[in-house]
Nanobody
Framework: QVQLAESGGGLVQAGGSLRLSCAAS????????MAWFRQAPGKEREFVAA????????YYADSVKGRFTISRDNAKNRMYLQMNSLKPEDTAVYHC??????????????????WGQGTQVTVSS
């Protein structure tokens, strides 16, 4: 079992930045593929970014590519999402997710086994 807890959300003006953090506890964090998803009101949860267990490979949704950066620190059991040049359409609850996988990662919600409760990000225009 892995427990995940997000932090770092808040209210920011368009063009601003936020850094989200996902703290993991429980089983060995380093063997897990990790990802960020987001869900806006009335919309389905959507993929944002993923990172392999080693941190050596990352993948981004087209909507955030070039603006967001995913990273992880396995020694600290933490994953991060640096969000720059934020837009009002980035407003959503952001969730971190994990699955025990040293081979690859996926973008589908259903592939991940563990989820955090989420942190609200609101971008004003």
């Amino acid at each position: 079992q892995v427990q995940l807890a997000e932090s770092g959300g808040g209210l920011v003006q368009a063009g601003g930045s936020l850094r989200l953090s996902c703290a993991a506890s429980g089983r060995a964090f380093s063997g897990y593929a990790m990802a960020w998803f987001r869900q806006a009101p009335g919309k389905e949860r959507e993929f944002v970014a993923a990172i392999a267990w080693s941190g050596g490979s990352t993948y981004y949704a087209d909507s955030v590519k070039g603006r967001f950066t995913i990273s992880r620190d396995n020694a600290k059991n933490r994953m991060y999402l640096q969000m720059n040049s934020l837009k009002p359409e980035d407003t959503a609850v952001y969730h971190c997710a994990a699955r025990d996988s040293r081979n690859y990662y996926r973008t589908e919600v259903s592939w991940y086994d563990y989820w955090g409760q989420g942190t609200q990000v609101t971008v004003s225009s």
